[in-house]
């Protein structure tokens, strides 16, 4: 059993202008290629093999001595869940029961935004900023590198990638335009919506 590089369920240039298809190609063809390669060479041979993803990163998460396997891990599904998050035209408020949610969480889709943005735009170095569902909850918060609020017991709803290869071939230092960007025209809020169907662990 080897991991595989999951397809997009959109072409390389269906999310211009706001991500161009050279960044999509760097950043799905090659960055997430390479996480689930190198994670393939650590876990060859081993118990992890025929592990999930997510049982990989949990048992990973703490430990000094898997920290590689780890990182390629989380990064691997960090990513394949990241294309998940956007579509063509997407972004802007969503409706529904995630509507509802954000309104008693935040106190409406505008307060949610402006957090969402705080947490991107405020993460230090590399990282993502995730809206999550913990326990009856929903939070926004960042985590730094590889980290993935999974293996914290949080349900992931909708993150946005902001390490500098998601955003720099096309916004070179301005990440708040980049996220912006994101939040206002690529949010797929349909598949936030079908994750928080799911119980927190």
Known sequence: MSFELPPLDFALD????HISART???HYDKHHRTYVSKLNQLVEGSPPARMSLEDVMRRSADSP???ALFNNAAQAWNHAFFWKCMKPKGGGAPSGALAERLKGNFGGYDKFRTAFLD???SQFGSGWAWLVQSGDKLEVIATSNADNPLVRGKIPLLTCDVWEHAY????QNRRADFVKAFVD???NWEYAASQL?????
Request: aromatic share 12%; hydrophobic share 45%; net charge negative.
């Open 24 to 26: 999509m190609e760097f």
């Open 14 to 17: 269906a999310l211009e202008p």
């Open 185 to 187: 025209h690529l949010v």
């Open 65 to 67: 001595s898997g920290q």
């Open 168 to 171: 720099y071939l096309d916004y």
């Open 197 to 201: 169907q799911k119980k927190a662990a």
């Open 119 to 121: 947490a991107a735009t």
